[in-house]
């Protein structure tokens, strides 16, 4: 069976990436906003599971599609929590908060764009065998 590829990319080498990207921004915003609200950490509390499953997808490969399951629905919930920027501006957001918001919704939303496409690669391929 083809493996999906993405920018000459696997999809766990993908979710490495954008899982090291949340898990980054989180640790960022938590100490720059001064280490005051836990909150700054989402980011990172969506990004460690993204990131730890496509580690646990190249030490597993037979466990590969429950983990990218496990990772894409982490990578929904950051795109749908940051979908909520829509609803802050105009508002009394901080310029950390709105960018919290927006790398939520580009990565995750991306990630999750992405999975989806391997998912329905994959199930082209099962039906066409």
């Given at each position: 069976?083809e493996?999906?590829?993405?920018?000459?990319m696997?999809?766990p080498?993908?979710?490495?990436?954008?899982?090291g990207?949340?898990?980054?921004?989180?640790?960022?915003?938590y100490?720059y906003?001064?280490?005051?609200?836990?909150?700054?950490m989402?980011?990172?509390?969506?990004?460690?599971?993204i990131?730890?499953?496509?580690?646990?997808?190249?030490?597993?490969?037979?466990?590969?599609?429950?983990?990218?399951?496990?990772?894409?629905?982490?990578?929904?919930?950051?795109?749908l929590?940051g979908?909520?920027i829509?609803?802050?501006f105009?508002?009394?957001?901080?310029?950390?908060?709105?960018?919290?918001?927006a790398?939520?919704?580009?990565?995750?939303?991306?990630?999750?764009?992405?999975c989806?496409?391997?998912f329905?690669?994959?199930?082209?391929?099962?039906?066409?065998?």
């Open positions: 069976m493996e999906f590829q993405c920018c000459n696997s999809v080498k993908i979710s490495k990436i954008a899982g990207i949340l898990t980054a921004w989180g640790v960022f915003a100490v906003s001064g280490m005051e609200s836990i909150t700054a989402i980011p990172a509390f969506m990004g460690v599971p990131l730890l499953m496509g580690m646990l997808s190249d030490k597993m490969p037979e466990k590969r599609k429950l983990f990218m399951h496990i990772a894409v629905t982490f990578g929904l919930l950051a795109a929590g979908a909520r829509f609803t802050m105009g508002g009394d957001a901080s310029n950390l908060a709105l960018a919290s918001h790398i939520l919704l580009i990565v995750g939303g991306v990630y999750t764009g992405i989806v496409k391997s329905i690669h994959v199930r082209k391929q099962q039906d066409a065998e």
